[in-house]
């Protein structure tokens, strides 16, 4: 058996008798995460500072005082009241958006009426004879001093009837066949 002259890296070595903290298997003077005996040293865990125990909560006036909880009656009043308020404005919304002043209608013409009322005028008050086929757009808006076109045939030719909106309430004048 031969041996190596060089010493075995990973045998083990016996602790140095001097120093007791030496061994990697017996704890540190002190034990393990003590602070170090010295005066002056840093606490187990490094240099930090040092707390006492101090009381959650110490109320120093009366506006300190926590409020006190609500019963169930009373958040069922507070709900109740939400919602009051919330259907009273929703009935605002709707009356003004719907009914007056109408913010959420557009109001239009008939067509089949204007287009109506537009031969009967031709006819009575322009005197004119062989009115027929009058068409007006579809979907024009009631508002005062708008103006569109209608296209009528009398007797034969065609023409185009200037309409003035003089109104909101839906009222037009008809101008003279051109």
């Not at 002056?40 to 125990?53: A, F, K, L, N, T």
């Not at 709900?79 to 003004?96: E, H």
């Not at 005028?121 to 579809?138: E, H, M």
Request: charged share 20%; glycine share 10%.
């Amino acid at each position: 058996m031969t041996r190596s002259h060089e010493p075995d890296p990973y045998a083990a070595r016996p602790a140095d008798p001097v120093d007791p903290t030496a061994g990697w298997d017996r704890p540190p003077a002190g034990g393990w995460g003590a602070p170090d005996p010295r005066p002056g040293s840093p606490g187990p865990y490094g240099d930090e500072p040092q707390y006492r125990w101090q009381p959650q909560y110490e109320p120093s006036s009366s506006n300190d005082r926590p409020r006190p909880r609500r019963s169930a009656r009373q958040r069922g009043r507070q709900r109740l009241l939400v919602a009051i308020v919330a259907a009273l404005v929703v009935v605002v919304v709707l009356v003004l958006g719907f009914v007056t002043p109408g913010w959420f209608v557009t109001r239009v013409f008939d067509a089949t009426a204007v287009q109506a009322g537009v031969a009967k005028i031709l006819t009575d008050d322009y005197a004119t004879d062989g009115v027929a086929d009058v068409r007006c757009p579809q979907n024009v808006q009631v508002a005062a001093g708008a103006t569109f076109t209608c296209d009528a045939t009398i007797d034969g030719d065609p023409v185009t009837v200037p309409i003035t909106v003089t109104d909101d309430r839906g009222g037009y004048q008809v101008g003279r066949p051109a």
